[in-house]
């Protein structure tokens, strides 16, 4: 019989062993059996001494993002430390996991890592694997921390420490190599097995522009190195499909940031075509879903950013300027304006729920190191609405959202997601408005359309903002990527600060409850994550050019030029090309160009009143009559509402 003295300890396995207080987790459970604990939902050190007071630790492993995540910040460490072994000079910054694997800053005083460099660092990260260092952690005074940090020259981490509140802090040790750190963290060095260097770049310490720039590593290790070939492989193919570089090729956007600024799109013809059908569709579901269109003002008086604490709050990533006295914000979010057009009169009970819908443009100052592509910008349009409705009507609406939300992104190839949402800290409730009734009942209400669309869902506690809980929803691409697109948002802040309010049954005014949703997020963000999970190859009806018209020599240009214009005329969305090149190089640049069909015409077409088609990957897919090909292009490429 199992002494009730004993915690008990789950392994990842699912199998139980027990542990006697004052003893360490690791040396109660089999070798390697796991990488990290979790105890009452805090992680731990498998180094850590087991407390009396523990009922339960969970072991969890490389299969869990929390396993990952610890393995992948050990990782960060052994990169510093073969840094350091190798550039004793070089400054540490910081070194975090990231979603897929990690990096570490350097400052080397302008210094740039050559090649030959990162292949020499590469070689020392093995080595430090090879030695298998015990990593121990250390707490210390935080006096004591910036006093052996200075005495190190590691100002970068005397500046984190002199921030910090806390009269206690952790150092984690391996070999001679100390860092600043929460941790948690792996036993020793020797538990990462596969460990490769990905990607080296410039990134301003703190992500300001006005602070040194550092050298940033990236990296990603595995248990094994079958598991490292296969996301190496991963990324060749996601380096294929990089919507930075087929964008400018398919010539559909370009981002001259230097003549117009950093994070300015520049659409192009084509890629304003694709934009408009999304725009289009967009639109017109909305509609069908009663939403109410409403357009608002690119700028408006300082004033009004003051009411709703944006300028309080976000200063630093909006764009104020002074015109005749008085200060100016280009917006950088379109709720003020919605909630403007809400108060333009009274509102009754029966009235609501009332939904906005806008395509608004806004602009944010995201600092110079956080731009990529069109990912992250500095100018783009939202898919931007906002509900105005009953407490009780608040859980419905959600499901609405939803429910919404999957038929647009299914309509567009996307129909796997993960789903998180965040709440509140109920033991502080001081940095948070609002009741905590409030809270529960606004959380609940998530909670439960999310149950009631069938989702699992991760609770992030405490991840809530201030002024209200949210669900975000991450799409996941062709490649098994995730992206943040999808947010629906709670908020307590702006009715309040606004007087946001209806007449009830009872002839009262009572609060109305907002919620703030996108569910593509942006237009620009969403374009390029399209452009990658296609290869740039983008669904049909979303095609800027669904034909490629091909004549097979100069002599069949009549008809062909015939075929075009009787295409375009249909609706079809066609190009011709009337270029004096082969037909041979004809074909494959339209497949270059990512072209879904190709209509070739010569001698024999022309005088049968035929086309003869190739699909994109597929081939050669015969004659059709060219009113049959455009009745089967107009079938295919219809709007998927």
Not at 139 to 152: L, Q
Not at 488 to 517: S, W
Not at 539 to 556: E, G, T, Y
Request: aromatic share 10%; charged share 30%.
């Amino acid at each position: 019989m199992v002494s009730t003295a004993k915690v008990r300890i789950k392994l990842p396995s699912g199998e139980e062993v027990y542990g006697e207080p004052g003893t360490r987790i690791i040396d109660n459970m089999p070798r390697r059996a796991g990488l990290v604990a979790r105890v009452g939902g805090r992680l731990v050190d498998l180094t850590s001494t087991i407390r009396e007071d523990w009922s339960l630790v969970e072991v969890l492993d490389f299969d869990s993002e929390e396993g990952r995540q610890t393995y992948w910040h050990t990782s960060s460490h052994i990169l510093a430390q073969a840094v350091k072994r190798l550039f004793p000079h070089a400054k540490l910054g910081i070194g975090p996991p990231i979603e897929n694997g990690f990096y570490y800053d350097f400052d080397l005083g302008g210094y740039a890592f050559t090649q030959e460099d990162l292949e020499r660092i590469e070689e020392e990260m093995y080595k430090i694997i090879g030695e298998d260092l015990p990593i121990e952690r250390l707490e210390v005074s935080r006096e004591e921390a910036i006093k052996k940090f200075k005495e190190m020259g590691e100002t970068y981490k005397v500046e984190l420490l002199e921030e910090m509140s806390d009269e206690v802090v952790s150092l984690y040790k391996q070999g001679e190599f100390v860092d600043l750190c929460r941790g948690p963290h792996l036993p020793s060095t020797g538990y990462v097995r596969a460990i490769k260097i990905t990607n080296v770049s410039s990134a301003y310490w703190r992500g300001d522009e006005r602070n040194p720039a550092m050298q940033r590593i990236y990296g990603i290790s595995f248990p094994a190195q079958e598991m490292l070939r296969k996301h190496l492989a991963l990324l060749e193919e996601a380096k294929r499909r990089d919507h930075r570089v087929l964008g400018p090729k398919l010539d559909l956007f370009s981002i001259p940031s230097e003549v117009i600024g950093p994070g300015l799109v520049l659409w192009h013809p084509k890629g304003a075509l694709a934009r408009k059908i999304i725009e289009d569709f967009l639109r017109e579901i909305h509609l069908r879903n009663g939403y109410q269109l409403v357009y608002t003002p690119h700028i408006a008086w300082g004033s009004l950013w003051e009411t709703s604490g944006h300028l309080s709050y976000y200063r630093d990533m909006m764009y104020v300027f002074e015109k005749e006295g008085v200060q100016h914000v280009v917006k950088p979010m379109n709720c003020p304006f919605h909630i403007l057009i809400y108060k333009s009169r009274s509102r009754s009970y029966r009235e609501l729920p009332i939904r906005y819908f806008e395509l608004g443009t806004v602009y944010r100052y995201e600092r110079s190191g956080t731009l990529h592509g069109l990912l992250r910008v500095r100018g783009f349009t939202q898919d931007d609405a906002h509900i105005f409705c009953r407490r009780d009507q608040l859980e419905d609406e959600i499901v609405g959202v939803i429910t919404l939300m999957e038929e647009i992104l299914s309509a567009f190839g996307f129909e796997e997601y993960e789903v998180e949402l965040s709440t509140w800290d109920p033991e502080h409730p001081e940095d948070y408005m609002g009741s905590p009734e409030v809270w529960e009942h606004a959380q609940n209400a998530l909670a439960k359309a999310l149950e009631r669309k069938g989702y699992e869902y991760k609770v992030m506690p405490g991840e809530a903002a201030f002024y209200g809980p949210k669900i975000d929803v991450k799409l996941v691409d062709s490649l098994g990527r995730k992206w943040q697109c999808t947010t629906i948002q709670v908020d307590f802040n702006l009715p309040e600060k606004f007087d946001v309010t209806y007449v009830d049954r009872d002839g009262k005014e009572k609060r109305a409850v907002m919620v703030h949703r996108a569910l593509l997020g942006s237009l620009e963000r969403f374009f390029g994550i399209l452009v990658e999970h296609y290869a740039g190859e983008l669904p049909l009806w979303v095609a800027p050019v669904q034909v490629r018209v091909v004549p097979v020599s100069d002599k069949n240009l009549p008809y062909a030029k015939a075929v075009y214009e009787k295409l375009v005329s249909l609706g079809i969305r066609a190009e011709l090309d009337d270029s004096p090149t082969t037909l041979s190089y004809k074909i494959r640049q339209s497949e270059v160009d990512r072209v879904p069909y190709i209509a070739v015409v010569g001698r024999k077409e022309e005088k049968t009143g035929t086309v003869s088609i190739r699909r994109r990957r597929k081939g050669d897919l015969g004659k059709m009559s060219v009113d049959e090909f455009a009745k089967m292009i107009l079938e295919q490429s219809k709007m998927p509402i």
